[in-house]
């Protein structure tokens, strides 16, 4: 998978940069039509950083005043290497799935658990910036999303540990992976150098340091849609060089264990993160199998070089590539909190978020049916240090859309903790968020006033 920075893991550790609209007309959020509060209550939220008084005019200010892009280092490429002759085989084995021929070496180095350990950890203090993460974690526990008290950054760490096996990195065009050192590579190994033999041909012929660019842009919904094509793509890869491995798998039943591994629950770490991190390789994978249905590789080969723009267009193929979403707006309600508020957090909102939050409360089928019809969506959050505000504004493409989605809103806050309000008008959806009642109100005086 790819992180915040440059390097290509297959395991996902890590939260996907922050978020920026695509451009177009800015809509302001319009006056409600009804509103549905939840019960008087308040949020133990943990620590909430200070933040300067006084926000951004819009939610795409705030994000770009907000974005703390991750530290990329340009590294000139390794010398070449002799590769060892089990992992040639493989090579031989993605070329021929993928249709495509390596165009240089790739530098391979086998290392141990406790090495490719140390090589994220050294990485990690510049991939995920304190304040930064922070300031989401506020957000999120606002919201409902992670926990009272999470802290983003540490449990990301802890998805982290003992994930990983593998990345490649296409900066140093180095694949690194933990192997076990024998001449006979066994399934879980084969698997690994494939998903990540299968990023190191992709790069060599569509430059996956594009992502970098999208990562530095803090274009957080592009972001995840377009790793969902990358690593949907490696994964797909991966199984098909595995059905060449004697040992009579079956194609469904691989497809189907990866897809499953998409859900699975990992400790310590919240289910919304886990959520998050793990579908770049499930509903990628489904994306591209699709594709690679409808068009053979030569279909993917398009889509790598017109990556998706939205996590939409990933859930529902037939979105892609022309089905764009609407874009929305949060103004500043600083005036309306008062003095002492500032902007704290601000990001994109995409269907894959929206369907990972309605699912922790709602069983499945109806999370993604109520996200289904999205056209386009926003948070921002303010907080004056103690407190914390939040309002995510949302688009659907039809009003009966926007019917379900509010619908299943008011049945999420009802089922929990928050203290929330939503409210329709047409085909928008406002939910406001506050860590207690009198701040909700002073936010919901904003959005009327």
């Known amino acids: 998978m790819i992180r915040r920075g440059p390097a290509l ?7 996907v940069a922050a978020a920026c609209p695509k451009g177009g007309t800015t809509s302001s959020v319009a006056p409600p039509a009804s509103t549905s509060a939840a019960p008087v209550g308040t949020i133990a939220a943990g620590p909430v950083p200070s933040v300067p008084p006084g926000g951004a005019p819009t939610a795409a200010a705030a994000i770009a005043k907000l974005c703390v892009p991750p530290t990329v280092t340009r590294r000139p490429p390794p010398a070449p290497t002799t590769t060892p002759p089990q992992i040639v085989d493989v090579e031989h084995e993605v070329e021929r799935v993928r249709g495509l021929r390596y165009l240089h070496p790739v530098a391979v180095q086998e290392i141990t658990d406790a090495q490719i350990d140390r090589k994220l950890a050294a990485a990690f203090k510049d991939t995920y910036p304190v304040t930064y993460y922070a300031r989401r974690s506020a957000a999120w526990r606002t919201i409902g999303v992670i926990p009272p008290g999470t ?115 990992i400790p310590g770490v919240p289910p919304f993160l ?6 770049p390789y499930s509903t990628g994978l489904a994306f591209i199998q699709s594709e690679a249905t409808a068009g053979g590789e030569a279909a993917v080969d398009r889509v790598l070089r017109r990556l998706p723009a939205t996590t939409e267009q990933v859930i529902h193929p037939s979105a892609y590539p022309s089905d764009l979403p609407s874009v929305v707006d949060v103004p500043d309600l600083t005036p309306a909190l008062g003095s002492d508020w500032g902007d704290l957090d601000a990001m994109q909102v995409g269907e894959q978020w929206l369907i990972a939050m309605l699912a922790l409360r709602l069983d499945d089928a109806t999370a993604a049916a109520a996200a289904d019809g999205w056209d386009g969506g926003v948070y921002r959050a303010w907080t004056n240090g103690t407190n914390v505000a939040v309002v995510m504004a949302t688009a659907w493409d039809t009003v009966e859309d926007a019917t379900a989605f509010d619908a299943a809103m008011r049945t999420w806050i009802a089922d929990g903790d928050s203290v929330a309000s939503v409210r329709q008008t047409g085909r928008r959806v406002l939910v406001a968020f506050a860590t207690n009642a009198p701040t909700l109100q002073r936010l919901e005086a904003g959005l009327t006033g």
Do not use: M
Request: aromatic share 8%.
């Open 151 to 265: 802290d983003l950054r540490s449990a990301i760490a802890a998805f982290q540990s003992g994930q990983v096996v593998g990345f490649y990195d296409p900066d140093a065009k180095r694949l690194v992976f933990v192997g076990s050192g024998d001449a006979q590579l066994s399934l879980d190994e084969r698997f690994t150098l494939a998903h990540e033999l299968t990023h190191a041909l992709d790069d060599q012929h569509f430059d996956l340091r594009r992502l970098d660019t999208i990562a530095a842009a803090c274009k957080d919904e592009d972001f995840q849609a377009a790793l969902g094509a990358i690593e949907g793509n490696a994964q797909y890869t991966a199984a098909e060089v595995l059905l060449q491995t004697p040992g009579g798998l079956d194609l469904g039943d691989l497809i189907g264990s990866l897809l499953a591994s998409g859900s699975r629950q």
């Open 9 to 15: 893991a297959l395991a996902a550790f890590a939260l």
């Open 274 to 279: 886990a959520a998050l991190e793990l579908w």
